[in-house]
C-alpha cells in the first residue's frame, strides 16, 4: 500500500508511539483516525497534524465504543486500511508479594482487559471494514499492527501482567495472519524496547538508567518515531506479514 493512500485508525494515537505514528502518516498524506480516552489530547493532536486527521474518545475494551469510533471513520473517511494499535497500560505487582500478599486479580484482569482484549476487540472491527475493500496488487486489502513489547520475552520481576498481555499479543499474531490472509489483510506485531514515551518520562532516573544500561546500542531510550517509521515500512513492505519484530537496540532485559 501507498501510505498517502491509506485511512488508518491508530488506538492510543494521541501520545507516546501512536501519536508519532499517527503523526509520520499524516505527514506522508494518509488520512488518520484517533481512537484515545483522552479527548483533550486527542482534539489538541487532530488540530495539529491537520484537516486529514480526526478524533474519537474511545474505550477499547468496550465493543460499543469501538463500533461507534470504526463507523465514524468510515463515515469521516469512507475506508480503513490500516488499524495500529498503541494503546496499553502498565503494571508493577508480583505474583506473591509483601507478607506473602497475593497478586490484585483486579488489577490482573483490568491490565489484560486493555491491552490483550482491547487490542482484539480493536483489530477485528476494523479488519471486518477492511474486508470489503477492493483489492490492490496481489489482492491487499489491509494491515494491522499491533503492539507487544520486548517484556513479552524478557518479561521482569512485577511484571507478570503486562507480560502476560503482550506475550498473548505475540502469540495471537500468527493465527490471525492466518485467519485474515484469504481476506488480503495481513497482521504484523511490534515489540517495542524502552522508548520515550510519556509513560516512561514520568518514571524517576532509578528506574530508567538500568534500562538504558541493559541496552546495547544505541545507549539510550528509543524515539517513538523510530517506532513510527517501522510502522510505514509495514505498511509499504506486502511480503511482510505474521511477524513479530523487536525494536530495542539489542536490550535483554534482566529480572530486575
Known sequence: MEINKVVAVITGGASGLGHATATAIAQAGGKVMILDRDSKRAAEVAAELGDNVAWVETDVTSEASVQAAIAATMEKFGAIHVCVNCAGVGSAMKTVGRENKPHDLGVFDTVVKINLIGTFNVLRLAAAEMAANDGGEDGERGLVVNTASVAAFDGQVGQVAYAATKGGV?????PIARDLAPLG????????????????????????????????????????????????????????????????????????
Open 170 to 174: 505475540v502469540g495471537m499474531t500468527l
Open 185 to 256: 489483510i495481513r497482521c504484523n506485531t511490534i515489540a517495542p524496547g524502552i522508548f520515550n514515551t510519556p509513560l516512561m518520562n514520568a518514571a524517576p532516573d532509578k528506574v530508567k538508567q538500568p534500562l538504558i544500561d541493559m541496552t546495547q546500542f544505541p545507549k539510550r531510550l528509543g524515539h517513538p518515531e523510530e517506532y513510527a517509521r517501522l510502522v510505514c515500512h509495514m505498511i509499504e513492505n506486502r511480503f511482510l506479514n505474521g511477524e513479530t519484530i523487536r525494536i530495542d537496540g539489542a536490550i535483554r532485559m534482566q529480572p530486575r
